[in-house]
């Protein structure tokens, strides 16, 4: 009896949310497709009077080539996550699985180092990084962004790793398997869906990081990830934003799309967390 | 047998371990102790001299500490307390609507979440552009101004404009949060008290409310941490101007580091912001880790 006005409120709602949530990329996406130079003219219109794909043809063109920013980003994320996610499924693995004293300390302890304030770890890490040369170059940005990981995957790993069933990893231990192997071919498998929404979480967290990638690229083009990239333009080109909203459409797909088509992991592995308080 | 087994763990342990000394644990002493040296336009604590706690009672004695500081506190309060508020009602509207929207609803409050703050702060600062932003032409349109106001040249609009800013990503957060709370709550629960008769209002104060009670908790707590350790948004949108009224502890100190170049005074700064964020964090973990069941 009361579904019809229940549907109606419930359409009203989600477009209230849809407003608040997307009118920021729906205004970046239009101004993207208008041909530069008319993207200030008033009146101001909701839907170009014709579509431009002039800007993205300028971003993608010499002098800004956002693609490569995009490129190191994928690599640097993509790089992240694998490294992250290895090292804190073994050490998610020990905590949730294997006796030993000061495991809830242990895993205490990667929570408080991932809370530090990047600012008070980035001046020692700048001098470490040009120590070893490696100053604006995509291995120095994923070896500090991987341990950055370390904590968020190994908290939702160690809370997926607890709630595996342990009648296979017993038999494997029974059968004398090493422990490397019991963890690799044994429980890794079983922990897929665990480690899928932690990778998606590192990979986002990761291409999103920003005061490492401003630090450590020195501003040259050869190491700048997308964010660091978009900042850049949006600074130089204040009043060419055809520009720059195509430049931040195109760092914004990988984003996008992985929201899109991983919705559920993304939001089970967030709250997977906060679940088990 | 179980002495075998912490050692199999220990090694388990011991490449995480190692990836967050080298790159948290020895950056953080590194970092206490340049701030006991007078350090200028170099890092070379080794060759420079001791100054013991100068540096702090330097920076504890300036202005612009306690205009950052309190810039601080006062932004986390206030983008705290408006994250929560928009996140419980997305989060409730998201248990609330007919069920075919649910997952179309849940999807768009995630994706402001997803979208990198430097490049939610350009954006922003574009949208807050006096001369060709959209909020500035919309005030203007609706007749809520003559002209578009300086958003970002304005003190107080300034400090408004950069807590919209972060509350935008930051709900997004929190409601995904208080969802994972929300799902624990019976659904017999409702049944019951709405066959008693209670109403929408008071079935979220007496039974919904109590009960992600503790989730409430953790997301405060954890949302709090987050703005106190504030940096891109700021360093995005104003760079913490007009002046330094927006330069929260972060962005100060990161001044200290690459403008000016004052590496001990720098890093003094920055650990007085990793001490009020670990004294919090504390709390935190302790909330966190007493129900942790494991093996």
């Given at each position: 009896?009361?579904?019809?006005?229940?549907?109606?409120?419930?359409?009203?709602?989600?477009?209230?949310?849809?407003?608040?949530?997307?009118?920021?990329?729906?205004?970046?996406?239009?101004?993207?497709?208008?041909?530069?130079?008319?993207?200030?003219?008033?009146?101001?219109?909701?839907?170009?009077?014709?579509?431009?794909?002039?800007?993205?043809?300028?971003?993608?063109?010499?002098?800004?080539?956002?693609?490569?920013?995009?490129?190191?980003?994928?690599?640097?994320?993509?790089?992240?996550?694998?490294?992250?996610?290895?090292?804190a499924?073994?050490?998610?693995?020990?905590?949730?699985?294997?006796?030993?004293?000061?495991?809830?300390?242990?895993?205490?302890?990667?929570?408080?180092?991932?809370?530090?304030?990047?600012?008070?770890?980035?001046?020692?890490?700048?001098?470490?990084?040009?120590?070893?040369?490696?100053?604006?170059?995509?291995?120095?940005?994923?070896?500090?962004?991987?341990?950055y990981?370390i904590?968020?995957?190994?908290?939702?790993?160690?809370?997926?790793?607890?709630?595996?069933?342990?009648?296979?990893?017993?038999?494997?231990?029974?059968?004398g398997?090493?422990?490397?192997?019991?963890?690799?071919r044994?429980?890794?498998?079983?922990?897929?869906?665990?480690?899928?929404?932690?990778?998606?979480?590192?990979?986002?967290?990761?291409?999103?990081?920003?005061?490492?990638?401003?630090?450590?690229?020195?501003?040259?083009?050869?190491?700048?990830?997308?964010?660091?990239?978009?900042?850049?333009?949006?600074?130089?080109?204040?009043?060419?934003?055809?520009?720059?909203s195509?430049?931040?459409?195109?760092?914004?797909?990988?984003?996008?799309l992985?929201?899109?088509?991983?919705?559920?992991?993304?939001?089970?592995?967030?709250?997977?967390?906060?679940?088990?308080? | 047998?179980?002495?075998?087994?912490s050692?199999?763990?220990?090694?388990?342990?011991?490449?995480?371990?190692?990836?967050l000394?080298?790159?948290?644990?020895?950056?953080?002493?590194?970092?206490?102790?340049?701030?006991?040296?007078?350090?200028?336009?170099?890092?070379?604590?080794?060759?420079?001299?001791?100054?013991?706690?100068?540096?702090?009672?330097?920076?504890l004695?300036?202005?612009?500490?306690w205009?950052?500081?309190?810039?601080?506190?006062?932004?986390?309060?206030?983008?705290?307390?408006?994250?929560?508020?928009?996140?419980?009602?997305?989060?409730?509207?998201?248990?609330?609507?007919?069920?075919?929207?649910?997952?179309?609803?849940?999807?768009?409050?995630v994706?402001?979440?997803?979208?990198?703050?430097?490049?939610q702060?350009?954006?922003?600062?574009?949208l807050?552009?006096?001369?060709?932003?959209?909020?500035?032409?919309?005030?203007?349109?609706?007749?809520l101004?003559?002209?578009?106001?300086?958003?970002?040249?304005?003190p107080?609009?300034?400090?408004?404009?950069?807590?919209?800013?972060?509350?935008?990503?930051?709900?997004?957060?929190?409601?995904?949060f208080?969802?994972?709370?929300?799902?624990?709550?019976?659904?017999?629960?409702?049944?019951?008290?709405?066959?008693?008769?209670?109403?929408?209002?008071?079935?979220?104060?007496?039974?919904?409310?109590?009960?992600?009670?503790?989730?409430?908790?953790?997301?405060?707590?954890?949302?709090?941490?987050?703005?106190?350790?504030?940096?891109?948004?700021?360093?995005?949108?104003?760079?913490?101007?007009?002046?330094?009224?927006?330069?929260?502890?972060?962005?100060?100190?990161?001044?200290?580091?690459?403008?000016?170049?004052?590496?001990?005074?720098?890093?003094?700064?920055?650990?007085?912001?990793?001490?009020?964020?670990?004294?919090?964090?504390?709390?935190?973990?302790?909330?966190?880790?007493?129900?942790?069941?494991?093996?």
């Amino acid at each position: 009896m009361r579904r019809p006005l229940h549907t109606l409120a419930s359409l009203a709602i989600t477009a209230a949310v849809a407003l608040f949530s997307l009118l920021l990329l729906y205004w970046v996406l239009v101004t993207s497709l208008k041909r530069p130079g008319t993207e200030f003219r008033l009146p101001l219109r909701v839907w170009p009077a014709e579509i431009s794909w002039e800007s993205y043809q300028t971003v993608l063109g010499p002098g800004f080539e956002v693609q490569n920013a995009i490129r190191n980003s994928l690599l640097v994320s993509s790089a992240v996550t694998v490294g992250a996610l290895f090292l804190a499924a073994l050490a998610a693995y020990a905590i949730a699985r294997l006796r030993f004293r000061y495991k809830v300390q242990s895993l205490a302890l990667i929570q408080m180092a991932g809370m530090a304030p990047a600012i008070v770890v980035i001046a020692p890490t700048f001098v470490l990084i040009r120590s070893l040369g490696l100053l604006s170059s995509l291995p120095g940005l994923i070896l500090p962004n991987i341990a950055y990981s370390i904590p968020l995957s190994t908290w939702l790993l160690a809370a997926y790793f607890a709630n595996l069933p342990f009648e296979l990893e017993d038999a494997a231990k029974m059968d004398g398997w090493p422990p490397f192997q019991v963890f690799w071919r044994v429980m890794l498998p079983l922990a897929a869906p665990g480690l899928f929404s932690a990778g998606v979480l590192v990979f986002l967290g990761s291409w999103g990081e920003f005061m490492l990638a401003l630090t450590i690229s020195l501003g040259l083009p050869e190491a700048q990830t997308a964010p660091v990239a978009i900042l850049g333009f949006s600074q130089a080109f204040q009043l060419q934003w055809a520009w720059v909203s195509a430049g931040i459409m195109l760092s914004l797909v990988p984003v996008i799309l992985l929201v899109l088509l991983f919705q559920r992991a993304v939001i089970q592995g967030l709250t997977a967390g906060s679940v088990r308080y | 047998m179980r002495q075998r087994e912490s050692t199999i763990a220990l090694l388990f342990l011991a490449p995480a371990f190692l990836a967050l000394a080298v790159f948290l644990f020895y950056p953080i002493v590194q970092t206490a102790i340049y701030s006991l040296f007078d350090l200028e336009y170099s890092t070379r604590w080794r060759e420079a001299p001791f100054v013991g706690l100068a540096n702090y009672r330097a920076v504890l004695a300036s202005r612009e500490f306690w205009g950052s500081m309190r810039f601080t506190v006062l932004f986390a309060v206030a983008a705290v307390t408006l994250e929560f508020v928009l996140g419980l009602s997305m989060a409730l509207a998201s248990f609330w609507v007919i069920r075919p929207l649910r997952g179309i609803l849940r999807t768009i409050i995630v994706l402001p979440w997803a979208i990198p703050a430097i490049i939610q702060a350009s954006i922003w600062r574009w949208l807050f552009n006096t001369d060709v932003g959209l909020i500035g032409a919309l005030a203007v349109g609706l007749g809520l101004a003559e002209k578009p106001p300086l958003f970002l040249a304005d003190p107080t609009l300034a400090v408004f404009s950069v807590i919209i800013a972060y509350v935008w990503k930051g709900a997004a957060i929190t409601a995904i949060f208080l969802m994972g709370g929300l799902a624990m709550v019976p659904q017999h629960l409702h049944d019951a008290a709405k066959m008693d008769g209670a109403r929408a209002w008071m079935r979220l104060r007496r039974i919904t409310l109590p009960l992600i009670l503790p989730t409430i908790l953790v997301v405060l707590l954890f949302r709090t941490l987050d703005a106190l350790r504030v940096f891109d948004i700021v360093y995005g949108l104003t760079g913490g101007g007009p002046g330094a009224t927006t330069d929260t502890l972060s962005s100060f100190a990161y001044k200290f580091y690459f403008t000016f170049v004052q590496f001990g005074r720098g890093s003094a700064y920055a650990i007085i912001t990793f001490l009020l964020v670990m004294a919090l964090s504390l709390l935190y973990i302790r909330r966190i880790t007493p129900h942790l069941r494991f093996r």
